[in-house]
């Protein structure tokens, strides 16, 4: 869980709108 908010917070640094997308749809998984 930590590892996969780790890439999501990476990706967040590129685009914010996207790694919020992305941690929210892990947080689903």
């Known amino acids: ?3 996969m908010f780790g ?3 990476i990706l967040g ?3 914010y709108y996207t ?3 992305l941690l ?3 947080a689903v998984l």
């Open 7 to 9: 890439g999501a917070f």
């Open 1 to 3: 869980m930590v590892f």
């Open 19 to 21: 790694g919020h997308k």
């Open 13 to 15: 640094e590129s685009s």
């Open 24 to 26: 929210a749809n892990d």
